[in-house]
Structure formats: structure tokens, C-alpha cells
């Protein structure tokens, strides 16, 4: 018996507007990418579409019709409440169309969000030295180009917002490793935080829910990722020493709290490890609303899908809130 | 003669410009390169591993001290080896096979650097045969490997168990890291030492080859 007392998108929303809980807690992954072994088909961020122009266009829609199918039923199977849709392609028209085909093909079942972030984040290894010299050496620069990342993508919402059906975004910039910010928190203050205040407040403005993800050990910068005000933070990374019932005692009056539960323990550690996790998060996030279930990070390949399966178990079972 | 606590200030700070001035000039001034090495670079990385670890510097500090650090070294290495100098050991370094993760494993190689040893980085997604043949090529004392996913972290018991099988190994070290990996991790694959930071990574190599910081 689905737990769920009114459509998955509204209580989503109901959760990221931290309004009175009803009913069984909201869920979502960020990602899903074991839908070979769950549906027999490649995740569509594994596909390599780099004849997609070449095709008949009677191709391209069958592909996009598997695609957004594919995100579908990774909801209903799962219990998702919302779509974190990673078109591919990922130009705006393509995005565009995937937001009208999901809609299609689900109406408004589904909260749906996308990439959104335009702030500088870890770079990769090979930009990382070459980032760290370019802020002793070059901070207005890295300033002028934060400035142009957020006016960027301030102008794909907008078309977005005009074409319509989309919810929210997901900010997925990491900025934290297991022991911390990658730069400090003044340095955050200067490079990052002005910026992404001016890009979830033009998300707000033109009406979407923005959450925002990072991995790692945020504590440093929790209370910046608080000014800039977006509805709810994601990952909460116990790897990074991130404990819901801290977070729930500190920010809980402020922002919706996802995640939590341990990506490492799903992956490598007991069975029973992976249980407590979950139950964890569920005990220490719950009270009150404004609280999503996920993982820490995502249902990433090589993850055993039974681990994921019991853990919702557990959700079915003790994430409901009293009638 | 020049004071070459002013060299210590510019590694800490990340002056990489006036670093190299300096080192050129105590070098003009015929200053023992290993005592500038030893009494004034290397503690200056050291003093930044340290406030890496108390949370004063972050990964940019750290860099751009190691920055600082080689393009003092650049000039210094030559005579060096000029003078027989040996480094404070040999580290092949690389990201296990299957993980194309670097930004641990690069910071590990620059703060080994910082501390004295010569690396020799094989890069990412490191066969366990690519690591022994490596080390014996370079006649090296360690193997530091390092894994970000849950997934490839088995790579490294194969690393472990494949020292172990080589006689041409000898005496080689293996130590780990990386966001997944824990001292229980260490110890139940037989991995010699462990660290869970770039900057304990250097105190923990320093452990397995025996120096002391200088």
C-alpha cells in the first residue's frame, strides 16, 4: 500500500516549502544509474549520441520516447517523487523537449528538476593546481568568469521558464571534499557565495525550487550555503562527517534537508550498517517536515540494487508520519 | 649574506617569484643546497601540512606553497645531484586501475615533493603491474596508491598482494589513501601505512623509509 496521500510532486514541494508533513516522507535519487539491471536499458547519461544530428528525426524521437520512459518508470518502480531529468543531448532544445515529453507522458505526477549550477566547484585534477594559482594570481578574472557562469545560466532559466513544465533546479557544484571546503571559507565568501546568492535568488524570482547538492564535509560553509537561500541542501555526507540531527538542530527551521543515508555503507559495508544509516536519517530528519529521503549521493554504477531496495523497505516501513 | 628565513616565508605564502629569487641567490652566494633545502624549504612545507591539517590552509594554500617550493627547487635540484645528494626517498604514485580520480593523488605527489621525495606519478587508472615495474625501474622505497570509489578500492589489495609475490621488490612500502579508505581498510588488505590526508601522507611516507623531518 503506497503510503503516499496526495501526488508525489506535491509533497515534494510540501516537503521544500518545509510546510506540515502528511503521510510517507518524500524520496528521490539524484541519479538512478542501474537501470540496465532494474529495466534492461542503458541510463541515458551512458549513451554516446554523437550521430544524434546525423539521425532521422523518427529516430530521434524514438530515442527521446526510451529516454523519458526510462526516468519514468525509474520513478513509479521507485517511488521517486521527483525526476532529475540529464537529457542527452543536453542542448536547450533537446532539454525543452524532454521536459514536454516526461509531462507528456506523466502530466504532473513529477516534481522535475535540472542541472543548474553555475558556480565554481572542485575542479577536476588536472584543473585543480591551475585553479589554485589563478586565485593567487588572477582573482578578478575568476571573478569576472563566476559573474559570467551565473549570467549564463540565468539566461537558459529564463528560456526554460518560458517554455514552462519545470520545477526546480539541482545546484550539483561539490565544493566540499570528506575533510572540507576546497578553499577556504574566506576564500569561499569572495569566489563562490556572491554568486550563488545572485543565482538561486533569479531561480526564486522566476518561480523555480532550487536545491542545492554538495558532497563533503560542508560544516565550514553551511551558514553560507544558507545565505544564498535555497529550499533545500542535498547529500548531508556522513563520509564528510555530516550528521542529520546536527543539521536538523541547526538549519532545520531554514532549509529542507535531503539525504544522509551512507553511500559508502550501501556500498561496502553491512547489511545492517546500510539499515542504521537509513533509519538514521529517517529518525533524526522527519521530525517536523522539511526532509527528503535519499542517499548520500546517488544509486551510482556498481552500487548492489538489493542494498537500495532494502534500504526503501525501511522507508515504506518507518517513514511515515502519523495520520 | 642573504636571510634565508625570508625563503621559508615565501614557500609558506606562496610567493612562488621571490622563492626562486632567493634560492638563486643563496645559491650565488655558495650556500650548502642542502641545508637550504633542509633548514628552510622543506620545514616551510611542513609548516603548511600542518596548517592544512588544523584547518588554517586549504587545498589553494597548500598549492601554490608547493608552487613555491618547486620553483625554488628547479634551480636547487641540479646541485644536488651535482653534490650526490640523495632524496628523502622514492614514491611511485598513481590512482588504482579502474578509477580515473586524480585530485587526491596529485596532492599527495606535490606535497611528497614539498617534503623531500622524489615521485614518480604514473597518473591514473595504475595496473598493480605498472606500480611494481615502475618501482623497480626507479629503484623506489614506496608505493602510495589512492582510490576515491568504493568500487576500485579492491585494486589496491591486488597492488598489496603483488609486492608481496615479487621478489625484485625487496624492501617496497605500500601505503594508501583516498575518500573511501580507512586504517581498518589498510590493515585488513596488509598495506603498510595509511593516511587520510595529503599532508599526513608525507609524515606517514617519512615513517615507512625511516627519515625524520628535516
Known amino acids: 500500500m503506497d503510503g503516499r496521500v496526495s501526488a508525489p510532486r506535491e509533497d515534494f514541494i510540501r516537503a521544500l516549502e518545509r510546510q506540515p508533513p502528511a503521510g510517507r516522507v518524500p524520496h528521490f535519487e539524484l541519479v538512478f544509474f542501474l537501470t540496465m539491471q532494474a529495466f534492461g536499458k542503458v541510463h541515458p547519461s551512458h549513451r554516446s549520441y554523437h550521430q ?9 524521437e524514438l530515442h527521446r520516447r526510451d529516454m ?11 517511488e521517486h517523487n521527483a525526476i532529475f531529468l540529464h537529457p542527452n543531448p543536453g542542448t536547450l532544445a533537446e532539454t525543452l523537449r524532454m521536459i514536454d515529453l516526461v509531462r507528456e507522458l506523466s502530466g504532473d505526477t513529477y516534481f522535475l528538476m535540472l542541472h543548474g549550477d553555475a558556480t565554481f566547484g572542485i575542479p577536476n585534477g588536472a584543473q585543480l593546481e591551475a585553479f589554485a594559482y589563478r586565485l593567487a594570481d588572477d582573482a578578478d578574472g575568476v571573478k569576472r568568469e563566476a559573474q559570467q557562469m551565473v549570467d549564463n545560466a540565468v539566461r537558459r532559466a529564463e528560456a526554460i521558464s518560458q517554455h514552462g513544465g519545470l520545477d526546480g533546479f539541482a545546484l550539483c557544484s561539490d565544493y566540499c571534499f570528506n575533510d572540507g571546503p576546497f578553499i577556504s571559507p574566506g576564500q569561499f565568501s569572495e569566489f563562490v557565495t556572491p554568486y550563488l546568492v545572485q543565482l538561486v535568488s533569479a531561480y526564486r524570482d522566476m518561480g523555480f525550487y532550487v536545491i542545492k ?17 535555497p529550499h533545500a541542501l542535498h547529500s548531508l555526507d556522513p563520509q564528510g562527517d555530516v550528521d542529520m540531527a546536527e543539521m536538523k538542530r541547526l538549519y532545520g527551521e531554514q532549509v529542507c534537508l535531503i539525504g544522509n543515508i551512507n553511500c559508502g555503507l550501501m556500498d561496502t559495508g553491512t547489511v545492517e550498517e546500510a539499515e542504521a544509516s537509513a533509519r538514521y536519517a529517517l529518525r533524526h530528519g522527519m521530525p517536523g517536515g522539511g526532509y527528503i529521503f535519499s542517499t548520500s549521493n546517488c544509486i551510482y554504477t556498481g552500487m548492489p540494487l538489493e542494498r537500495y531496495e532494502r534500504i526503501l523497505d525501511i522507508w515504506r516501513a518507518e517513514g511515515n508520519y502519523a495520520a | 649574506m642573504t636571510d634565508l628565513s625570508t625563503l621559508y616565508d615565501a614557500i609558506l605564502s606562496g610567493d612562488h617569484k621571490t622563492a626562486r629569487s632567493l634560492a638563486q641567490t643563496a645559491l650565488d652566494e655558495n650556500t650548502d643546497p642542502k641545508s637550504i633545502v633542509d633548514k628552510y624549504m622543506i620545514p616551510a612545507m611542513d609548516e603548511a601540512g600542518r596548517r592544512f591539517e588544523a584547518n588554517v590552509f586549504y587545498v589553494p594554500e597548500l598549492l601554490i606553497a608547493a608552487r613555491a617550493m618547486k620553483a625554488a627547487m628547479e634551480l636547487i635540484r641540479p646541485k644536488l645531484l651535482e653534490n650526490h645528494v640523495e632524496p628523502a626517498g622514492r614514491v611511485v604514485v598513481g590512482t588504482v586501475q579502474g578509477d580515473l580520480h586524480d585530485i587526491g593523488k596529485n596532492l599527495v605527489a606535490s606535497m611528497l615533493e614539498g617534503g623531500g621525495f622524489e615521485v614518480i606519478d604514473l597518473g591514473v587508472d595504475v595496473s598493480p603491474e605498472q606500480y611494481v615495474a615502475a618501482a623497480t625501474e626507479h629503484g623506489a622505497n614506496l608505493i602510495a596508491l589512492s582510490a576515491l570509489l568504493t568500487t576500485t578500492m579492491p585494486g589496491m589489495r591486488a597492488v598489496v598482494d603483488l609486492v608481496k609475490q615479487s621478489p625484485a621488490a625487496g624492501d617496497l612500502k605500500v601505503m594508501i589513501g583516498g575518500a573511501p579508505i580507512t586504517q581498518t ?3 585488513e588488505i596488509g598495506a603498510d601505512g595509511f593516511s587520510d590526508n595529503a599532508s599526513g601522507a608525507v609524515n606517514e611516507a617519512r615513517r615507512l623509509v625511516g627519515v625524520t623531518a628535516a
Not at chain 1, 546525423?54 to 530521434?60: N, P, T, V, Y
Not at chain 1, 526516468?71 to 518502480?77: E, L, P, S, V
Not at chain 1, 547538492?213 to 537561500?229: S, V, W, Y
Request: charged share 30%; net charge negative.
Open chain 1, 68 to 78: 523519458a520512459g526510462l526516468f519514468i518508470d525509474t520513478a513509479r518502480r521507485f
Open chain 1, 52 to 60: 544524434w544530428d546525423q539521425m532521422e528525426e523518427k529516430e530521434r
Open chain 1, 213 to 229: 547538492h554538495t558532497d563533503g564535509n560542508i560544516m565550514p560553509i553551511a551558514d553560507q550555503l544558507l545565505e544564498a537561500n
Open chain 2, 185 to 187: 581498510y589498510a590493515d
